[in-house]
Structures are given as C-alpha cells and as structure tokens.
C-alpha cells in the first residue's frame, strides 16, 4: 500500500505522518508538499518527499504518480475549491484508488463561510468515481489557544456564540482518525463527523478555569461588540467581519454535531480537553 499526505509540513499533516510513521515503514509513505526544503526531516527518516502545488497540476502529477490511498488536507489560501478540483482530477488521472478529505463539520448544511469550499469539494468528489472518504473535521481546540493564554492571564475568556454547544477536539485526534483511515479497510465512500463531545463556551470556561486553578469569567458578546473588540486589538475590519461571522455561526449550530465518529475511528475516548489546555499553556 502506497500512503501519500499532502500538507505533511503543515500542523494537521506532520501529526498525521508521524502517527503513520509509527505504524509503517517510513518507505511505505509519501508526502507532496509545496517546499521540500521544510520537510528534510521526513526526507532523512526516508520518506519519499515530493513537491506539489495545488494551483500547479503539472506538480501534483509527478507527486500524486504510484500512489494507492491519498489523504488531501484542505487548502488555507486563495481558490481553494479550484485547487482541490485540481488535486483530485489529477489523483485520478495518476490512479489513486482513493481520497481521503478533510472537511468541515456539516459541510452541506453550514452556515460558516469557510463551508462552501468543503461541500464544492466534498460533491466534486463524490462525483469523480473515485472511491472517496470524508472527514468531517469539527473545530480544533488549539483554534481557541489565544482565548485560553489570555484566560490564564485573568482576561475574560470571551465568545459570541451564546449557548451553542461545539464539538471541539484535539488537532491530534483529528490526524489520528485520518491515519486510521488511511491505514484500515471499510472507508470507502463514507462521510464522517468528526467531533468531540460537545459542550458550550461556558462549559469550555470551567475546563479551563480547573486547568489553571482559578476563576475564569466567560463573557458572551455580541456579534457587533465581538466585532468591535476584535478591531481594538489591531484587526482590519474585512478580518475582524471574518472572525466574528465564525462566531455568529457557531452560534447558530455550526459545531454542534453529535456524533462518535471520532472515537469509533480512534478506539480510544478523545484526547481530555483539559489536557489539550495544559499543554497550550505549557
Ligand atoms: N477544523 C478546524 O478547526 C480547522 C482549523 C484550521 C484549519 N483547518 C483546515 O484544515 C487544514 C489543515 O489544518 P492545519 O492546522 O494543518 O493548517 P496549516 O498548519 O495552516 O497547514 C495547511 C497546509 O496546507 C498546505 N497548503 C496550503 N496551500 C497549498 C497549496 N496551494 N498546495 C499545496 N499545499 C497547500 C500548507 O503548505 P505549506 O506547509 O507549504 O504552507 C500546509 O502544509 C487547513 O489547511 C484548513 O483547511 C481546519
């Protein structure tokens, strides 16, 4: 079985490769990354380090070549359902007998501004004839790290996402459901929800206010004074709007999807959050 990881030099992808690292051959894996200068490392354990662009097909040609299972981790910049339209024509193009994507929560059916690009890709996907598997990534903890340090200093921990419960979970967990995947049968064409328990800003809080061994006051704004706060920090306006619709979403429902996807994949409980936060301020 040939593994390729796009996005191994990035936080999700090196978690991703080093769980795999643990459990094949580093010679059984590849990864396609836009520098191979950031991924000597992967390159002197004796991974097979290619370089691939997602806006550059000729690029993800050579990448993708021999490659059996591919796990394409989402782009952050620029056309990014352009780019993964360009990753999959080509995987299939090159043969891969599988795509593994990973998305966001609900994708079909969200309101964060973030899911159009995911549900585009997740349908052009399911539409290519190859075989596909979906990970439906909730929201990463280490999203709030900036709350919880300020938190930890005695700032109010603050959200404008009302009662809304998200499914928040340790970036590790997430790579190491995606390893599981890539490493085990019977994930063809399948979507999953992968989320951790979900729980409010207010439940968040008191996780963090046991971690720290003091009081955290969370302070539910809204949007507007979230938005406005956000720019006192320095933010421009367009990426301040950005954030706070995040917010507004999640205080719709954006994040709370129940579902043991995680843990089935996993075969373990997630990763405590409590321990997530310990190690984000250590
Ligand atoms: N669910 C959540 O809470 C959440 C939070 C943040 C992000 N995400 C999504 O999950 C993905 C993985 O998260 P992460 O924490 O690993 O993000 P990250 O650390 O920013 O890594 C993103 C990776 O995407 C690669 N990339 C970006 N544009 C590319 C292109 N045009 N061609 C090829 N590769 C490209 C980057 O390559 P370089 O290493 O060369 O920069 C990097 O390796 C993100 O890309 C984003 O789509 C989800």
Partial sequence: MSILVTGATGQLGALVVEKLLGTLQASELAVSVRSAGKAAELKAKG??????????????????AGVERLLLISGTEGDRFQQHKNAIDTAKKAGV???VYTSLAQADNSTLSLAPDHKNTEDYLKESG???????NNWYLENEADGIKAAAQ????VHAASSAKVGWAARRDY?????????????ANKVYELSGKTITHDELGAIIADVIGKEVQV???TAAAY???????????????????FQTAIGEGALDVQSEDLEKL???PQQPLSEVIAAILA
């Fill in 175 to 187: 790579a190491h459901a995606a390893a599981a995947v890539l490493t085990s049968e019977g994930h």
């Fill in 130 to 136: 190859v075989a596909f598997t979906i990970l439906r």
């Fill in 97 to 99: 007998s599988q795509i």
């Fill in 47 to 64: 991974v097979d380090v290619r370089e691939g662009d997602f806006t550059n097909s000729a690029s993800l040609e050579q990448a993708f």
């Fill in 266 to 268: 996993l075969g373990r």
């Fill in 154 to 157: 005695g700032a109010p921990f």
């Fill in 227 to 245: 938005d406005e706060r956000l720019q006192g920090f320095g933010l421009p306006e367009g990426v301040a709007a950005f954030v706070t619709g």
């Fill in 219 to 221: 302070q539910n704004l």
